[in-house]
């Protein structure tokens, strides 16, 4: 199993810029969730997703959107970049409210 | 407000000693903790979750415990080793929701 996997690694965006970040699990997790993590705070929750066709916002939804078609997959869209959106990005996977949850290696974006 | 408050925010041991990191919330109603370790540059990873009904888990040489009462846990690292320095967090979860609170961490570096 490759676990959760996240792409790209690295992405460098100019303010006003649009782009989607990737994450796929082979897990058939039914619980998917993007987080942001920034210097001296927690990772904070954007987005999360129940299953296919269902998705909630989190505690910093803002300029962020998602979508999940298939179990696999649940890609985050930012709309427009600001540079308050630089920061590393999650994404995690659990089989359930009472299961672990299982990261991807993370995004590093910054926005100029 | 729910809240996961870690300390210390960051702990040097030398190579082969004790520490224990500790984890104070306020999330209510409680559904469970967990401990995850974060190396530098890469995805949490759990290393314990614990329910309402548990004291104590353990695995390796991490030992976690839980106060449910007083709403505290603590990790306990056994005979530090190098590979040990990373950010540690603890993570909170409430009954019947996905959303997670996440502490700030705290960094411990083990020295040679």
């Known amino acids: 199993n490759a676990g959760v996997t996240q792409t790209p690694k690295f992405q460098v965006l100019k303010t006003g810029q649009s782009m989607t970040l990737q994450c796929a699990q082979d897990m058939n997790h039914e619980y998917m969730s993007w987080y942001r993590q920034d210097p001296g705070m927690g990772l904070r929750l954007i987005h999360y997703s129940v299953g296919a066709g269902i998705t909630d916002q989190g505690e910093v939804p803002n300029g962020y959107n998602v979508s999940r078609s298939t179990t696999e997959d649940f890609p985050l869209r930012l709309l427009s970049a600001a540079p308050s959106q630089t920061s590393v990005y999650f994404c995690?996977?659990?089989?359930?409210?009472?299961?672990?949850?299982?990261f991807g290696p993370g995004t590093r974006l910054t926005v100029l | 407000k729910n809240q996961v408050e870690q300390s210390p925010q960051s702990l040097i041991i030398l190579e082969g000693k004790n520490c224990t990191l500790q984890c104070n919330y306020t999330v209510s109603p409680f559904s469970n903790l967990r401990w995850y370790k974060q190396d530098t540059g890469r995805g949490p990873v759990s290393l314990t979750i614990m329910t309402f009904s548990e004291n104590t888990k353990s695995n390796g040489r991490y030992t976690a415990t839980l106060d449910a009462d007083t709403k505290q846990s603590s990790l306990h690292i056994t005979a530090s080793q190098l590979s040990d320095s990373a950010s540690y967090i603890c993570v909170v979860s409430a009954t019947g929701t996905y959303k997670y609170i996440f502490g700030t961490g705290t960094r411990l570096k083990v020295l040679a």
């Open positions: 995690a996977s659990s089989s359930g409210l009472a299961g672990g949850q299982y």
